[in-house]
């Protein structure tokens, strides 16, 4: 009784912001693109008959168009949770070997990038990287390059801002983890002859594994339903799903595809999400 | 050129962490902290809640499209507090309306299409002559030209106007490519100049709507076609050049790339690229920029001064429109702007370098070949919408 009381703000909570508009989202994408003011025709007719059909999923899961937009969100997605990890994980292992007192003012610091809007943050790298922006003003000044390099609206771009932005979403969980190991493990396994990458490999990495599956996760999810980055810094051809999304409903009003989309894409989610449940309820 | 507010990116969830009580509190208070700030930092205009109850004018309009001292006029003699939002599309401004209750009271749409399915949609309230006395300024040649959209010029009343052209570095141009021509749209659309003027940065601006009649219209077909073999045409045209193009931005992010020479050559609004001229002038790195219509024949656009059925203030907007029709008015946004308008008795009030800039307002040769795109039926505009994802992709 006193669980079920506990988990009710829960559950209503999840049941009001999470399930309820799936279901809209649902509803729409079962309806038909149509002018008007909302610009679709709802499924059902207002006598309650059904006139909507699956033509918009068939279209988003047949479609190369589409097709490809997935798998490249997914494809950049992967780089960027791995890149993520691969820089956080030396940050959050730093942070967590120094003594306890100094560490507040270190994770301090990873999340100081969070007090500058998100928007503000990938501007300054249209700054730094458009052809008359400080790095190409630097190279040239230093006589490294004689025409500007084309950085901005590139691939690198994107990952840059990509990992830039979500770097502190990998260092957190990992640190949790880290800071919490037992240090006397490691001083065993050296104390019995271990070299210090024997003890990494063996005992503080597996130890870390499920705050690796955080981190990689946690930056995984939202970076592939990420439009404002691919957008602003990446290169036409990087069409993410979360860019045609914002194209089907904002440039062409074809809401229903646009919903399908999302629900697509929420489906693809929920995968690696149930996975990592799976993990978290390990011993 | 923020043309919406991004959410926050969402904050990991605090269970995970497992850290001791008091310092998960206060990583939890910390987090909200950050999220609070990113909160404040998107959206500006939530912030904004009026102070006191003083009418507040709500104007959606093209981000570059107006002389800002002329809303602080409006406000200091009319006591009406104006609240200014911008796009850089016509497709992010019908997406905004087609959700409804918009709340704007002031909107700027594009003759054809915008303007002209919001008339037929009803979505907009006719202007009162009583209370816009002003409107007998308007140069009736051109209101009859918007006449066969909207009968009678019931629903808008010209703002500006513009073509849709080539704005360049002409002296980049001149050195890669000195033998092409440079008032053609071929300059873009034959691939062997994109692919020579690659090196020195081409853009397309992002909007089917205003880039694909341009290019119908230069390959010799009808701008307003439906015929797939028509769009197919357009479409092996774009992706010719497709591989040169640097970038597909809105028209907003061209202003900017142009004048700080990012680009050498983009397509875009006539007025976007002077007004990139006058910036790169004022910049003073030897940036110098040009625009020209294209001599096969330039799209035109008005754009319209207009009132959503449901806008909170319709009192405030007619007063507004009254007040923009003004000689003195009218003449200091095309100053500003760059971008010709239509009210003949602004004329002589002109400065002088903007009156005889033979790019605002387009000498009768240039006019004659102009062309305005008509509005396609939802089928055709679900081909076009395809054919631009599918350049944009490049693929």
């Known amino acids: 009784m006193r669980r079920l009381a506990v988990l009710a703000p829960a559950s209503a909570w999840l049941a009001l912001f999470v399930a309820a508009p799936a279901v809209v989202l649902l509803g729409i994408a079962l309806g038909e693109a149509d002018a008007g003011v909302p610009p679709f025709r709802p499924p059902f007719a207002a006598d309650g008959t059904w006139q909507g059909s699956f033509a918009n999923f068939a279209t988003v899961l047949t479609d190369p168009f589409y097709r490809d937009a997935f798998l490249r969100s997914l494809v950049v997605a992967f780089a960027t949770a791995s890149l993520c990890l691969l820089i956080a994980y030396p940050m959050a292992l730093a942070i967590a070997r120094v003594p306890e007192a100094r560490r507040t003012p270190l994770l301090l610091a990873v999340l100081l990038p969070f007090w500058t809007g998100f928007l503000i943050r990938v501007g300054a790298w249209i700054g730094l990287l458009r052809d008359a922006g400080w790095l190409n003003g630097v190279l040239r000044a230093l006589g490294l390059i004689e025409a500007p390099l084309p950085l901005l609206y590139s691939d690198l771009a994107m990952y840059l801002g990509m990992v830039h932005a979500y770097l502190p979403f990998a260092v957190l969980p990992l640190h949790a983890v880290l800071a919490r190991r037992d240090p006397a493990l490691e001083e065993a396994a050296a104390g019995l002859g271990a070299r210090p990458a024997t003890v990494f490999l063996t005992v503080t990495l597996p130890l870390s594994a499920p705050g690796a599956a955080a981190a990689f996760l946690l930056v995984f999810i939202p970076a592939a339903g990420e439009f404002v980055i691919p957008d602003l810094l990446g290169p036409p051809e990087a069409q993410l799903v979360g860019r045609v999304l914002w194209g089907e409903f904002f440039q062409n009003r074809d809401w229903p595809l646009a919903a399908a989309l999302a629900v697509v894409l929420l489906a693809l989610l929920i995968l690696p999400l149930r996975l990592f449940q799976r993990l978290e309820a390990r011993p | ?395």
């Open chain 2, 1 to 395: 050129m923020p043309r919406h507010p991004a959410a926050p990116p969402p904050s990991p969830p605090l269970r995970e962490a497992g850290l001791p009580g008091r310092r998960r509190a206060a990583l939890a208070v910390l987090l909200a902290l950050c999220v609070c700030a990113a909160a404040l930092a998107s959206p500006p205009a939530a912030r904004r809640a009026p102070a006191q109850p003083a009418p507040v004018l709500n104007v959606y309009n093209w981000s570059d499209y107006i002389d800002p001292e002329v809303l602080r006029r409006f406000t200091r003699e009319t006591g009406i507090r104006v609240r200014y939002d911008v796009y850089d599309s016509l497709e992010t401004l019908e997406a905004k309306l087609s959700a409804g209750r918009s709340g704007y009271d002031i909107i700027v749409p594009t003759s054809e299409p915008t303007f002209a399915r919001l008339v037929r949609a009803g979505a907009l309230r006719p202007l009162d002559p009583a209370r816009i006395p002003n409107l007998a300024n308007l140069d009736p040649g051109l209101m009859s030209k918007v006449a066969r959209t909207d009968p009678g010029n019931r629903h808008g009343a010209i703002y500006l106007w513009g073509t849709t052209g080539l704005g360049m570095r002409v002296d980049q141009v001149r050195a890669l490519a000195p033998d092409a021509p440079r008032d053609s749209l071929g300059l873009l659309l034959q691939p062997e100049n994109a692919r020579r003027l690659a090196r020195c940065g081409i853009m397309v601006m992002d909007s089917a709507t205003d880039v694909l009649p341009s290019v119908l219209h230069w390959l010799g077909r009808d701008p307003d076609s439906a015929d797939p073999a028509d769009l197919r045409a357009a479409e092996q045209a774009l992706m010719a050049i497709r591989p040169y193009l640097r970038a597909i931005p809105g028209s907003g992010a061209i202003v900017d790339a142009l004048a700080t020479g990012e680009v050498c050559l983009a397509l875009t609004y006539s007025g976007d690229a002077i007004q990139a001229a006058v910036r790169a002038r004022a910049a003073g790195r030897g940036i110098e920029i040009a625009y020209a219509a294209p001599r096969e024949g330039a799209q035109l656009a008005f754009d319209m001064l207009a009132i959503p059925a449901d806008a909170p203030n319709p009192e405030a907007a007619m007063a507004f429109i009254d007040f923009v029709l003004r000689p003195e008015i009218i003449a200091a946004i095309t100053n500003h702007t760059r971008y010709p308008n239509a009210v003949p008795a602004s004329r002589p009030l002109l400065a002088p370098e903007v009156r005889d800039d033979p790019n605002v307002y387009p000498p009768e040769s240039v006019l004659a070949n102009s062309f305005v795109a008509g509005t396609p039926s939802p089928a055709a505009e679900r081909l076009r919408a395809r054919l631009w994802s599918r350049f944009k992709a490049g693929r």
